[in-house]
């Protein structure tokens, strides 16, 4: 039922658009592992969908089509229909299945379509062909089709140079909730946490629905992350091994980088993730990079005003990922290890770290208070580096409206306060970002902050402030 669906205004739109339409449409519904393709895709459906099934992770291809049939059989189809031999029999047998539908629009889903293209099994080829010789001349066929391992969907299906080149009527790439719909997740299920409480959460869990809905109203914050990701049999303990695993064939190479990344939190060069990473620069690392930001998991900040490409920032934004890397990777087993974190150096370093993530993961939120949603403008990060020691700005919203905002996030549990030896830095920053502009822009000095900015002698410098509570507008 869609009034369980949280969230995903845009999606719902473009599904009411393909249900309506008057043509077969092939929808490929794209994102990274719990992220909730599923649970959309079903909830909105519902009533309409007349065959359903699911590849089976690491089963051979008899598995697959045996599977396959079973579903078919339990749909109707008379059981003295030839047994499928191989994937052409499948199709065959959908699309006689199909024929005999008096339903008007036809919903087929396939779940965890990568699953079922086990090697030399010729799955492709019979999708193609049961699209491109029956499905396409249709007019009320609607094939759903999704996947987890987001680099199979793209490179498969969605980039395809053979027979499905181009055959995808419509492609849906969902996202992690962003914290307004994480808010209403955790209110729908019975939670009462401040702004400041979901925003610690985020940063653990980022907007996974599957992690979230894990939760229990019953615990704290502190002891339900204890319980699901420190505790050794927690439901989550092992999931960062599990994620790579289901998403990506040779992980290891993967994680490599991944873990690289997690040491900078502004980011790496091209450059400096082989030279980190110790992985060869080429084809097998351009392949790792653009899958790993299909999935979400790092995203491509250009460095402002950079002549040359390979000073490109690629950032890990994936929030659990970086948890993982900060808080459990070799650091044994404690049921109450982050019980025992908190309000210590520790914790507070890491808040700030992870807060600069959960901004960049809400850039239209920022814009929005800024009032510049409808002014054109681009993200970059920057940086300087001379013998006084250089600077950095993590977010520059360069605008086309002749203004550039430079932002500053802080994380605090109160008003931030600029303090004498900060504001040296602030001024020092400002400077050598205005050297360093090839058009002299007008400068806005922004702040992200949690509560707000404390009045002083030197809160002058800052034109705007961006609230904790700003983040959660849609």
Sequence with gaps: ?????????????????????????????????????????????????????????????????????????????????????????????????????????????????????????????????????????????????????????MNKLINSHGGLYNRTTHRIFLEPFNLRETEMLLNRNGFLLSRYEICELYMILGGIPFYLDMLRPSLSLSQNIDDLIFRENGALHNEFDNLYAALFKNSDDYIKVVQALSAKRSGLTRYEIVKTAKIPSGGGLSTILDNLRWCGFIRIVPNYNAKRRDTTLYQLIDNYSLFYFRFLKNKGNSEHTWSGIQNTPVFYNWLGLSYEIVCANHINQIKAKLGISGVSSSQYAWRCTDENGGAQID????RNDNTVNLCEMKFCIGEYSINGSYIKELRNMVAKFQNAMPLKKSLQVTFVTTYGLEKNEYSGIVNNVVLLDDLFGS
């Design 1 to 153: 039922m869609r009034e369980k669906i949280i969230g995903r205004e845009q999606e719902i739109l473009e599904l009411e658009e393909i249900l309506a339409s008057e043509r077969s449409e092939f929808v490929a519904v794209c994102g990274r592992r719990r992220v909730g393709k599923t649970f959309l895709i079903d909830e909105f459906f519902e009533g309409n969908i007349v065959f359903k099934t699911a590849g089976i992770a690491n089963m051979s291809k008899a598995h697959q089509i045996k599977a396959f049939h079973k579903e078919l059989l339990d749909r109707g189809i008379p059981p003295q229909w030839d047994k499928p031999k191989d994937w052409f029999d499948v199709f065959f047998l959908l699309r006689k299945f199909l024929e005999q539908s008096e339903i008007k629009r036809k919903v087929v889903i396939l779940d965890e379509l990568p699953w079922m293209d086990t090697p030399r099994s010729g799955f492709i080829a019979a999708i193609e062909h049961f699209w491109n010789s029956w499905g396409s001349s249709r007019h009320d066929i609607v094939l759903v089709v999704c996947g987890s391992s987001t680099s199979w969907m």
């Design 395 to 398: 977010l520059v919203i360069d």
